[in-house]
């Protein structure tokens, strides 16, 4: 399963591409908006940044606007995935973009019909917002299913990208049920790594290692040592302390 960073943060961004964690990164009018920056030099930054797919969100409620948008979208980067929203307008501009190849991702679905008429449009992925769903007492994780039973039956290529993710367990849940791609905040990306069984067996390891006489450590010593020695050497001379 890919994992994506549902982020407009470039800090976060770069953070998480250090890790080697993510494949791509979903953005939306909300998110932009937090980073108050210019829209396109922001964009085309991430897009720089990320080797991978990078969703951005039209604008408007009229499909013509929207085919628009996605068209000058598209020729920002090649990364561009263009966002359009689950309703009628936004199918028709589905619709249209990928009839030019332009890639959609069709978000703010929230329902199976939803999902099934987003395949039919040629969305080359639906985002359905599990968390908001979980939210109201609905079944996030369920919607999942559903679409990937329904795309299953019937060999749409569409892509399932689980967005709206609140914690780890959905991230997890996504992968058991088989969905492409799970789009999350920082927090959340974070949240999956984190485990107290591997921070304290980290701990106990080094108090272990602490023990030992410094004798038996020389080989680390010495390391460290060569490499200092290296780093100072690399330095030039005007610019040693
Ligand atoms: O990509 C969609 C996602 O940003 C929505 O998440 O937390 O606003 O429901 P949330």
Redesign the pocket.
Known sequence: MKLFL?SAHLGEIREAMSWGAIDGV???P??VAKEGKDFFPLLQEICETVNGPV?METTSRDAAEMVEEGRVFAKLHQHIVV?CPLTKEGLKATRQLSAQQIRVNV??CFSPSQALLAAKAGAWCV?P?V??LD?ISADGMGLIRDIKTIYANYGFSTQI?V????HPMHVVEAARIGADIA?M?FTVLEALVKHPLTDSGLDRFLQDWERLPESAKAWKTAGATAARRARTAAVPASRRR
């Open positions: 549902d979903t953005t939306n909300s998110l969703s966002k978000t703010l985002s917002f968390g908001r939210d990208l967005a709206s993710v609140r789009t905040p």
